[in-house]
Protein backbone atom coordinates (compact mmCIF):
# COMPACT_ATOMS: atom_id res chain seq x y z
CA UNK A 1 0.00 0.00 0.00
CA UNK A 2 1.67 3.02 -1.11
CA UNK A 3 2.16 6.34 1.31
CA UNK A 4 -0.50 8.71 -0.66
CA UNK A 5 -2.93 7.67 -2.85
CA UNK A 6 -5.67 10.06 -4.26
CA UNK A 7 -9.35 8.23 -3.89
CA UNK A 8 -11.19 10.26 -6.06
CA UNK A 9 -11.40 13.83 -4.11
CA UNK A 10 -9.60 12.78 -1.25
CA UNK A 11 -6.43 11.39 -0.53
CA UNK A 12 -5.54 8.56 1.80
CA UNK A 13 -2.03 8.62 3.93
CA UNK A 14 -1.03 5.37 5.12
CA UNK A 15 0.48 5.98 9.04
CA UNK A 16 2.55 3.61 11.08
CA UNK A 17 1.52 4.49 15.16
CA UNK A 18 4.13 4.27 17.93
CA UNK A 19 1.80 5.36 21.03
CA UNK A 20 3.53 5.72 24.63
CA UNK A 21 6.23 7.94 23.15
CA UNK A 22 8.55 10.73 25.00
CA UNK A 23 6.96 13.20 22.53
CA UNK A 24 4.53 13.86 19.45
CA UNK A 25 6.41 13.89 16.36
CA UNK A 26 6.88 12.69 12.94
CA UNK A 27 9.71 9.68 12.84
CA UNK A 28 10.26 9.64 9.10
CA UNK A 29 8.64 6.77 7.01
CA UNK A 30 8.33 2.67 7.65
CA UNK A 31 7.89 0.99 4.70
CA UNK A 32 5.28 2.48 2.74
CA UNK A 33 3.86 4.31 6.10
CA UNK A 34 4.64 7.71 7.58
CA UNK A 35 5.71 6.92 11.05
CA UNK A 36 4.40 8.48 13.73
CA UNK A 37 5.43 8.69 17.63
CA UNK A 38 2.66 9.56 20.05
CA UNK A 39 2.50 10.46 23.86
CA UNK A 40 -1.31 9.10 24.21
CA UNK A 41 -1.27 5.62 24.74
CA UNK A 42 -3.50 2.99 22.71
CA UNK A 43 -6.26 3.09 25.40
CA UNK A 44 -9.80 4.61 24.81
CA UNK A 45 -8.82 5.54 21.15
CA UNK A 46 -6.58 8.35 22.71
CA UNK A 47 -3.73 8.00 20.01
CA UNK A 48 -6.12 7.62 17.04
CA UNK A 49 -7.19 10.95 18.50
CA UNK A 50 -3.63 12.13 18.61
CA UNK A 51 -2.84 10.80 15.70
CA UNK A 52 -5.28 12.98 13.61
CA UNK A 53 -4.75 16.25 15.62
CA UNK A 54 -1.02 15.98 14.97
CA UNK A 55 -1.24 15.31 11.11
CA UNK A 56 -3.69 18.14 10.95
CA UNK A 57 -1.61 20.40 12.64
CA UNK A 58 0.92 19.02 9.80
CA UNK A 59 -1.32 19.33 7.03
CA UNK A 60 -2.89 22.69 8.31
CA UNK A 61 -6.23 21.31 7.46
CA UNK A 62 -9.15 21.35 10.16
CA UNK A 63 -9.29 17.96 12.43
CA UNK A 64 -12.82 17.96 10.62
CA UNK A 65 -11.23 17.18 7.35
CA UNK A 66 -9.21 14.22 8.32
CA UNK A 67 -11.30 10.78 9.44
CA UNK A 68 -9.37 7.48 10.40
CA UNK A 69 -10.79 4.93 7.91
CA UNK A 70 -8.68 1.55 8.62
CA UNK A 71 -6.75 0.39 11.48
CA UNK A 72 -8.74 1.93 14.14
CA UNK A 73 -6.80 -0.91 16.52
CA UNK A 74 -3.61 -1.30 15.13
CA UNK A 75 -0.60 0.24 14.41
CA UNK A 76 -0.62 0.63 10.60
CA UNK A 77 -3.86 3.21 9.84
CA UNK A 78 -5.17 4.82 6.66
CA UNK A 79 -6.51 8.75 7.13
CA UNK A 80 -8.70 10.05 4.70
CA UNK A 81 -7.92 14.02 3.70
CA UNK A 82 -11.08 15.48 2.51
CA UNK A 83 -10.96 17.55 -0.69
CA UNK A 84 -6.97 17.07 -0.89
CA UNK A 85 -4.59 16.00 -4.02
CA UNK A 86 -1.41 13.96 -3.52
CA UNK A 87 0.80 16.83 -4.44
CA UNK A 88 -0.35 19.35 -1.99
CA UNK A 89 -0.04 16.74 1.09
CA UNK A 90 3.25 15.70 0.05
CA UNK A 91 4.49 19.04 -0.35
CA UNK A 92 3.04 19.09 3.58
CA UNK A 93 4.61 16.02 4.01
CA UNK A 94 8.29 15.90 2.62
CA UNK A 95 9.97 18.50 5.04
CA UNK A 96 9.05 16.16 7.62
CA UNK A 97 10.12 12.77 6.33
Known amino acids: M ?12 TVYVQPRASRDEVAGRRGEAL ?3 LAA ?3 AGAA ?16 ARLRLVAGSRS ?3 VVRIADATVA ?3 ARLTPHL
Request: hydrophobic content about 50%; aromatic content about 0%; some cysteine.
Open 48 to 63: NAACLTLLAHLLAVPK
Open 88 to 90: AVA
Open 75 to 77: RTK
Open 41 to 43: PPV
Open 35 to 37: RLR
Open 2 to 13: PLLRQAGPDVLL
